[in-house]
C-alpha cells in the first residue's frame, strides 16, 4: 500500500485526517527577522529571481513553525515581469506598474508565459521539493482580475475604479486583457506544478470589489479556465471581502475555498455548498494580542471549521509584517493539538 498523502492535500480532498493541517499566507516574509537579514540590499524582484534565495526565503517559516505546507517565495506580478511587462515592486507600497495598460495596443503587447521565461522558478521548486521531504509545496499565482487591477490602475488602489470603468466600458478590451492574463497565469502555475508543487493557490486578492452578478460575467469565465487546467493537483482560490462571492469563487473550479475573517467558517460551508473544503480564516490583526486572546478564537475558527467537509487552518489574509513569530509557532502547535484525532 502507497504510503498516505500528506495531511495538507488530505484535508484539500476532503478526506479524513489525523489533525487539521495549517499554514499561513505570509508566512514567508517581514515578520520573520532571518527573512530580513537575508533580503538587505536586495530589491524584491531580484530575490523573487534567485533560485537559492527562494529557497532559503520558502523554508525560513517551515523551520520555525510546525505547518503542513510552505508557498513557494514569489509574488503575483513575477510572471509579469518575465513577460516584459516594465514594473517594480516598490518597499511599503507594492507592485507599481511604468506604463498602466489602459488601451487595446498595450493589450495586444502582452504575450504567453512559457516555463523558459523563469527558469529560476522552475530550478527553485525543484530544490524546494528535494528539502521539504514530506511537506507539500503550495505554488501560487494572482487571478486575473487582480493582476488586471495592478496593470490597469498602475500600482496598489483602494476601489479599482479604473478597473471596473474598463471592465463595463469596454468589454471587449476587457476581454482581451483578461484572456491573456489567464494564459499567463496558467503558465505560471503549470511551471511550478510540472517542477514539483503539489496543490496551488489562486490568489483573487481585490475581486471582492464586483458584485456576484459582474463576478460572474467578467472574472468567473476566465478562473475557470485556469482551474480547468490545474485539474491534476488540489486548487484552492482566495479572496478578501468575497462573503457574497464564496459559492461562486467554489463553483469556478476551486477544490478548496479560502475565506477571509468576515464571514464565520460554518457560515462559509454554507454559502459554499457540499463538495468543497475551506481554508481560513483568523483575523492576523487578532495575532498582535496578547495570546490569551489569540488561543480562544483560534479554537474558535476550530470549532467552526468543523462544519466543513475538509478544513485548512489559516489566517483570514497574510501575516502582518509586525506580527511575533512566537504568535504564529504556537498557533500552529495550538492547531495540532486541539484538532489531534
Ligand atoms: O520587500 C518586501 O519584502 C516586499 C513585501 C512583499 C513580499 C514579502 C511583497 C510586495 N510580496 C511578497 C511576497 C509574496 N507576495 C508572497 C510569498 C510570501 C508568502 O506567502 O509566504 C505571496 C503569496 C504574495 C502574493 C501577493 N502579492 C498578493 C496576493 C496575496 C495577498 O496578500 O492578497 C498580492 C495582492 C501581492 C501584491 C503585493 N506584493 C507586495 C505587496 C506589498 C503587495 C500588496 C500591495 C497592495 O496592497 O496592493
Same mark, same amino acid.
Given at each position: @500500500? ?13 478526506? /479524513? ?8 499566507? #505570509? ?11 537575508? #533580503? ?23 523551520? #520555525? ?7 513557494? +517565495? %514569489?509574488?503575483?506580478?513575477? /510572471? ?10 516598490? /518597499? ?18 502582452? *504575450?504567453?508565459?512559457? %516555463? ?10 525543484? !530544490? ?9 509545496? =503550495?505554488? +501560487? ?25 474598463? @471592465?463595463?466600458?469596454? /468589454? ?25 508543487? *503539489? ?40 479572496? &478578501? ?7 461562486? @469563487? ?35 490583526? =487578532? ?17 467552526? !471549521? ?9 489566517? !483570514?489574509?497574510? &501575516? ?22
Amino acid at each position: @500500500m502507497p504510503a498516505e498523502d500528506p495531511v495538507f492535500l488530505r484535508a484539500c480532498r476532503r478526506e /479524513p485526517v489525523s489533525h487539521t493541517p495549517v499554514w499561513f499566507m #505570509r508566512q514567508a516574509g517581514r515578520s520573520l527577522p532571518e527573512y530580513l537579514r537575508v #533580503r538587505e540590499g536586495i530589491p524584491m524582484l531580484e530575490s523573487c529571481a534567485n533560485p537559492d534565495l527562494i529557497i532559503e526565503i520558502t523554508l525560513q517559516p517551515v523551520r #520555525r513553525y510546525a505547518i503542513d505546507a510552505a508557498i513557494f +517565495f %514569489s509574488d503575483i506580478v513575477v /510572471p509579469l515581469k518575465a513577460i516584459g511587462i516594465d514594473l517594480d515592486i516598490k /518597499p511599503g507600497v507594492g507592485p507599481v506598474i511604468a506604463d498602466p495598460i489602459r488601451d487595446k495596443d498595450a493589450v495586444s503587447r502582452l *504575450r504567453p508565459l512559457a %516555463s523558459d521565461d523563469v527558469p529560476y522558478v522552475t530550478e527553485a521548486v525543484k !530544490g524546494l521539493v528535494a528539502e521539504l521531504g514530506d511537506i507539500p509545496l =503550495i505554488g +501560487f499565482a494572482g487571478a486575473p482580475f487582480t493582476l488586471a487591477s495592478y496593470l490597469i490602475e498602475g500600482g496598489p488602489s483602494k476601489n479599482h475604479d479604473r478597473t471596473k470603468a474598463l @471592465m463595463y466600458g469596454e /468589454p471587449d478590451i476587457w476581454q482581451s486583457l483578461m484572456s491573456a492574463l489567464t494564459e499567463i497565469t496558467i503558465g505560471f502555475l503549470r511551471t511550478q506544478v510540472a517542477a514539483g508543487a *503539489r496543490a496551488v493557490q489562486l490568489f483573487d486578492s481585490w475581486v471582492g470589489a464586483v458584485a456576484p452578478e459582474d463576478y460572474t460575467r467578467y472574472v468567473m469565465p476566465y478562473s475557470e479556465q485556469i482551474f480547468a487546467a490545474m485539474a491534476d493537483v488540489p486548487r484552492i482560490h482566495f479572496g &478578501v471581502g468575497t462573503g457574497e462571492l464564496l459559492g461562486l @469563487m467554489g463553483e469556478a473550479g476551486a477544490d478548496v475555498v479560502g475565506v477571509d475573517w468576515r464571514v464565520p467558517l460554518d457560515d462559509a460551508a454554507r454559502r459554499v455548498g457540499p463538495g468543497k473544503a475551506l481554508q481560513g480564516n483568523l483575523d492576523p490583526s =487578532i495575532l498582535l494580542a496578547p495570546w490569551e486572546v489569540v488561543e480562544p478564537r483560534a479554537r474558535q475558527v476550530l470549532a467552526q !471549521g468543523r462544519v466543513a467537509e475538509g478544513h485548512i487552518f489559516n489566517l !483570514g489574509h497574510g &501575516v502582518l509584517p509586525n506580527t511575533n513569530p512566537d504568535q504564529l509557532a504556537r498557533l500552529a502547535d495550538l492547531v495540532h493539538e486541539v484538532s489531534a484525532r
